[in-house]
């Protein structure tokens, strides 16, 4: 059986193992949290390089990719110091892969509802999920990107791709360089949740964007409203239906009533390749479609 691994310096209470079999192949997916301790994460990959079939990085990105061009997060990059055998992702294929189907799907599924309420869509930080935000654009969305929000507290929206462009052209190789829990919540800091720039949430009639992000300043009254997202706890689902969630639309597949990272799943998809590397974007793609993989919808309200 193949082995999947993903170490994420988040919280240890979202930890979870199933085994699940993928093309054919029998496959253990497990997630290991070290409550924002980069360096027992290191030890961790350190521990299982070259016994397991692929890494994950979860909580973190070893960087940012923006239209096909990769900026390392150099506080990341110590993360897998010590990896030298086992293939390491950190989810930005299948960012760049299956979320692009988000919109697509939103479509097929949800387009009376979303056209009844107006096709607008706050998006996170949109420079992190560079795919899902050109598609939501693309498909004709009235976009907000709370970049400046969610990373630096600069309550400034970007209203376009030209904006955000714009802005990763200057931003990144200065937030790349940052500490990175300066820009994304870790450990405990992921169950703390604050109420801030209601007013775009309010306005949007889809939120897409990180989990963590999206509940780090998630107001109590979400009602009637459409979440897109990835990695969803049990917990996440009843905060996102006591808030009035109406759908909420995970992109990766849910798994004994979780939905795994794009770390996680990419990891597992390279481990049953056998390859031993991570896969181009058009092998995750021939690989998806063969699976048949597509946005899960769950109706909460």
């Known amino acids: 059986m193949k082995r999947a691994v ?35 994460a290191a030890l961790k990959f350190k521990e299982l390089d070259g016994k397991v079939d692929a890494f994950g990085v979860g909580g973190a990105d070893l960087g940012a990719i923006v239209e096909g061009r990769f900026y390392p997060f150099h506080s990341i990059q110590k993360l897998v110091r010590y990896v030298h055998k086992t293939p390491v992702v950190d989810g930005g294929g299948l960012k760049n892969t299956l979320e692009n189907k988000a919109p697509q799907f939103l479509d097929q599924k949800l387009s009376e509802y979303i056209n009844a309420r107006g096709r607008k869509v706050m998006i996170t930080v949109g420079v992190d999920r560079w795919g899902l935000s050109s598609n939501f654009v693309e498909a004709g969305y009235e976009t907000v990107f709370c970049d400046l929000m969610f990373t630096l507290g600069v309550p400034i929206p970007i209203r376009s791709m030209r904006g955000l462009r714009t802005l ?4 990144i190789p200065l937030v790349t360089r940052f500490p990175f829990e300066w820009i ?13 720039y209601v007013k775009w949430y309010e306005w949007a009639t889809v939120v897409a964007g990180d989990c963590h992000y999206i509940k780090r300043h998630m107001p109590d009254n979400m009602q009637g409203k459409v979440v897109v997202t990835n990695t969803t706890t049990a917990e996440d689902v009843e905060l996102f239906r006591k808030c009035g ?51 899960q919808l769950q109706e909460l309200n």
């Open 6 to 40: 993903s170490i994420s310096i988040g919280s240890s209470k979202r930890n979870k193992a199933v085994e699940v079999t993928l093309l054919g192949e029998r496959v253990s997916i497990e997630r290991i949290g070290t409550d924002g301790d980069i360096e027992a």
């Open 168 to 171: 990763a052209a200057l931003l």
């Open 184 to 196: 994304y919540p870790t450990g405990e800091k992921q169950d703390v949740r604050e109420p801030r």
């Open 245 to 295: 969630v109406k759908y909420l639309v995970t992109t990766t597949p849910v798994l004994e009533e979780r939905s795994f990272g794009t770390n996680m799943m990419e990891a597992a998809l390279v481990a049953i390749s056998g390859k031993g590397r991570p896969l181009t974007w058009p092998e995750l793609t021939e690989m998806l479609d063969k699976l048949g993989f597509e946005p």
